[in-house]
């Protein structure tokens, strides 16, 4: 039996990590982090992160020209989760030795992340630490500032019991979970199923602001929106949920791609941790009001409504 501990993630050490930072800066924790722009009606929303060992998959295959686009994804995606428009965006890539065409690939990725995106790319950091990373290798961050209108967040404080929960279909594993899947998998293996490994972070950005736009013109029918990243659905939808209530999760309401299931099988990963580590064919959750929810499935294509909200102890139950 594997799991995500023995892979040598310790999400419960994270955890524990963050509450202690939230004692001395207890308005951290969203998926943005909100700036009000003094005298305007405006905030800034921001957010960092990176794209963790899905890298060494990059290295081992020897592709370099999709990463970029994982990265991009990671940083809007959670932007997107408050209700902002990523505005722009800025890369720090660091290597032992720059290798000219393999940043070039890097880069192009995050240029086309961008795009997709629809931020700007202005500017980063390109460092060379001579004996700091192996040959070949290197090390990605990015950091994206978007905004929203002062009153027209989406923070989850408008959640009800009897909210729906809609899921967004991913289209793998994202950038979640691969020191796991690099336990379970032999170098043969990550090589064999490295298009299903490598498939980059779908970019949600412009339809759920299209959403947004079309669904809480007048009232707020989308009540809560996580990013299903590290912590997965326990994690990342109770960040969102306010007191009193619990998200159920019904996880036969969709069909988990098949590459999932071979991880799961190969490494005889308990559920309760396999649901905590990888996203499981679900890259957004949107909390909706009931009625609804039917119309949101419509709108994005391959939606499925995955569970509901009802009162209980700010915890996620899968079912």
């Known amino acids: 039996m594997i799991t995500y501990a023995k892979s040598g993630v310790n999400i419960k050490n994270s955890n524990e990590f963050i509450k ?71 890369d720090y890539f660091a290597c032992g030795k720059l290798k000219i065409l393999q940043a070039q690939e890097v880069i192009s990725g995050i240029i086309k992340g961008c795009q997709v995106s629809g931020s700007q ?8 630490m001579p004996g700091f990373y192996n040959d070949g290798e290197y090390d990605l961050a990015g950091f994206s500032v978007g905004i929203i209108k002062k009153g027209k967040e989406i923070t989850g404080k408008n959640i009800k019991k009897d909210d729906v929960l809609v899921g967004l279909h991913s289209s793998g594993p994202h950038s979640n979970g691969y020191s796991l899947i690099r336990k379970v998998f032999n170098e043969r293996e990550l090589k064999m199923y490295s298009k299903e ?5 779908i970019i949600y950005v412009k339809n759920i602001l299209k959403s947004i736009d079309k ?55 308990p559920d309760a941790d396999i649901y905590r580590t990888l996203n499981m064919g679900i890259g957004m959750v949107l909390i909706v009001r009931p009625q609804v929810a039917l119309e949101i499935e419509k709108f994005f294509k391959g939606a499925k409504t995955i569970g509901y909200i009802k009162k209980g102890n700010n915890k996620v139950e899968i079912v």
Request: contains cysteine; positive net charge.
């Open 20 to 90: 202690r930072i939230k004692k001395k800066l207890p308005k951290i924790g969203g998926f943005g982090s909100l700036f009000p722009i003094d005298k305007t009606d405006y905030n800034l929303v921001s957010s960092t992160d990176g794209v963790g060992t899905k890298l060494k998959l990059a290295f081992l295959n020897n592709k370099h020209d999709t990463i970029g686009i994982d990265l991009v994804a990671m940083n809007v995606n959670d932007i997107v989760c408050v209700g902002a428009k990523p505005l722009f965006f800025l």
């Open 121 to 128: 790319l202005i500017g980063g950091e390109t460092a060379e």
């Open 197 to 201: 490994l490598l498939a980059p972070t």
């Open 215 to 269: 669904f809480n013109s007048n009232q707020q029918n989308i009540t809560g929106i996580a990013h299903i990243t590290g912590g997965s659905f326990y994690d990342k939808i109770a960040r969102v949920l306010p007191k009193g209530l619990k998200a159920v999760v019904e996880k036969k309401s969709w069909e988990v791609p098949e590459i999932f299931k071979i991880i799961q099988k190969k490494g005889s990963v």
